[in-house]
C-alpha cells in the first residue's frame, strides 16, 4: 500500500479531527510540508494558506527567524515545571505583553491555550468578587453572537443558540446575555446592557466580549464605541471588564489590539492564537493590579489555577520571537495591504446569488451567504482554485498571513468568490 493510502487509512481509523464525526465523513487532506504562505499536499499540490492556519501563523511557515528561536531554546531546555521555578522566556514574555498591551494590564498569567485563558478569566473574575466576600456574584455578562472556546466556561459565555454549546444546556453555567451588538453605535442597546447590569448587580461579576470582531461566533464587526461604553458601565456597576482578543491580538484588525481601536483598557485580557506566530500553543490573560491584589486578600489569596505547560519554555521562547519580528518590521502596513487587497478582491463577491454580506476589517475578509454553506463544495471549490479555505455556518471567510503577496490576495478573493458560487 502507498505512504499516503495507509496514513489516510489510518487517520479514518484512529484520528479524531475537530468539529467532525469519528470516522470523518469529509477525508482531510494531507500536508506534508508548509513554508511562506503554502501548505504542500502528499500528493504535490500547493494551497495558498487562506486561514493562517485558524488565524494563528501571521508570519507564515517555516519562517527563519521563529525557527532558529525554537532551536536555539531547544539547546537550553524544552519545558520545566513553572511552579515553585521560573526562566528566562517567560519573564520577557511577560514583560512585552505588558508593554505592547494597554498601560494598566500589569500581571499575565501564562497558560497552555485561548480556552485557558478564558478559563482563567472567569476564574479571576469569579474570585476576585469572592475575596471581597461578594459570594453571590457567580455569573458573567455578554452579548450573543460571541465565542470564547470549547472548555465548559468559555462555552458557557459563548452564544447559547448559535453555536455548537447548545448541546450543554443545563450541564454549563448558566450567564447573563444580552442581543449582539448593532453594528452601528445606539445608545439604546447601551442603555439594555446597562438596565441589565442594574438588575442583576448581586449576580454578575463581570462582562466579557470580543472586542469589534467576533469571531467564530458568526463573524461580525461592531462600533468600537461599545467598548467605551463597556468601560464606563463596569466602572459604575463595580464589575470587571474582560476583552477576549484571541483572534483580534497582534494586529488582525489593523491596530495591535483592538480594544485600541477605542483607546480603553480592560481589567483583564485573554490572548492566544498569533502570540507564537502559530508555532506552539500557548496563551495569556493579563490583569490590572487591583484584581491580583483583591485575590490575594482573599480567604484563598492564590489563583487556583496552575496547567502542567505553563510558561513552557518553547512556547515563551517563539513567543518573543514572533511579537519581536512584528514590532520591528511595518506590521500596520503589511495588515493594511492585506485589507486593501481583500476589499477589492472581494468586491464582484456581493453580485454572487446567495451573497447577503461582503465585510472586511485588517486582515479579515468575510462572504456572508443567506443561507447555510455546503461545506464539502465551498472547500472542493477553494482547493480547485489553489487555496485552503474552511467554511462554516453561512460563512466563506478568510484570514491569510500578514506575509500574503497581492497575487496571493488575489487568488484567496478569487477561491472565496468561486465557493460562494457552489456554496
Not at 480592560?266 to 490573560?285: E, Q
Request: proline share 7%.
Amino acid at each position: 500500500m502507498p505512504v499516503d493510502d495507509e496514513l489516510t487509512a489510518l487517520d479514518r481509523e484512529h484520528v479524531w479531527h475537530p468539529y467532525a464525526p469519528m470516522p470523518a465523513t469529509q477525508a482531510p487532506l494531507l500536508v506534508s510540508s508548509a513554508s511562506g504562505v503554502r501548505l504542500r499536499l502528499s500528493d504535490g499540490r500547493e494551497l495558498v494558506d487562506g486561514m493562517s492556519s485558524w488565524w494563528a501563523a501571521i508570519h507564515g511557515y517555516a519562517h527563519p527567524v521563529l525557527d532558529e528561536a525554537v532551536r536555539e531554546q531547544l539547546g537550553r531546555m524544552s519545558h520545566v515545571m513553572f511552579g515553585g521555578l521560573t526562566h528566562e522566556p517567560a519573564i520577557r514574555l511577560a514583560k512585552t505583553l505588558v508593554d505592547i498591551t494597554p498601560g494598566p494590564l500589569r500581571h499575565v498569567f501564562l497558560c497552555d491555550s485561548g480556552s485557558v485563558a478564558v478559563e482563567v478569566a472567569v476564574k479571576m473574575c469569579l474570585q476576585y468578587h469572592r475575596s471581597l466576600g461578594r459570594t453571590g456574584k457567580t455569573r458573567m455578562l455578554t452579548w450573543r453572537g460571541g465565542y470564547h472556546g470549547d472548555t465548559f466556561h468559555p462555552m458557557s459565555v459563548t452564544d447559547p443558540d448559535g453555536g455548537m454549546h447548545s448541546l450543554w444546556r443545563g450541564v454549563l453555567p448558566e450567564q447573563v446575555f444580552v442581543p449582539e451588538p448593532p453594528v452601528e453605535y445606539d445608545p439604546r442597546y447601551v442603555e439594555r446592557i446597562d438596565a441589565t447590569l442594574r438588575e442583576r448587580r448581586d449576580e454578575i461579576a463581570g462582562i466579557i466580549v470580543e472586542p469589534v470582531v467576533q469571531g467564530a461566533g458568526g463573524m461580525r464587526f461592531h462600533s468600537p464605541q461599545y467598548l467605551t461604553a463597556l468601560r464606563e458601565l463596569a466602572d459604575e456597576h463595580d464589575v470587571l471588564l474582560v476583552f477576549d482578543e484571541i483572534a483580534t491580538g497582534f494586529g488582525r484588525t489593523g491596530v495591535l489590539f483592538a480594544a485600541d481601536h477605542a483607546g480603553v483598557a480592560p481589567d483583564v485580557m485573554c490572548l492566544g492564537k498569533a502570540m507564537t506566530g502559530g508555532y506552539l500553543s500557548m496563551g495569556a490573560t493579563l490583569c490590572v493590579p487591583r484584581v491580583a491584589q483583591g485575590i490575594s486578600r482573599g480567604e484563598t489569596p492564590v489563583l487556583a489555577h496552575g496547567p502542567t505547560f505553563m510558561g513552557n519554555p518553547l512556547a515563551s521562547a517563539v513567543a518573543n520571537a514572533s511579537i519581536s519580528l512584528l514590532l520591528s518590521g511595518d506590521w500596520a502596513g503589511a495588515v493594511k495591504r492585506v485589507e486593501e487587497g481583500l476589499r477589492a478582491g472581494l468586491a464582484p463577491a456581493s453580485e454572487v446569488p446567495g451573497v447577503r454580506d461582503v465585510r472586511v476589517l485588517g486582515a479579515i475578509g468575510v462572504v456572508q451567504l443567506d443561507h447555510d454553506v455546503d461545506m464539502a463544495a465551498a472547500t472542493r471549490a477553494a482547493v480547485e482554485h489553489g487555496v485552503w479555505l474552511r467554511p462554516f455556518r453561512d460563512l466563506i471567510y478568510t484570514m491569510p498571513p500578514y506575509v500574503t503577496e497581492d497575487a496571493d490576495l488575489e487568488r484567496i478573493c478569487a477561491a472565496v468568490t468561486a465557493a460562494a458560487r457552489v456554496a
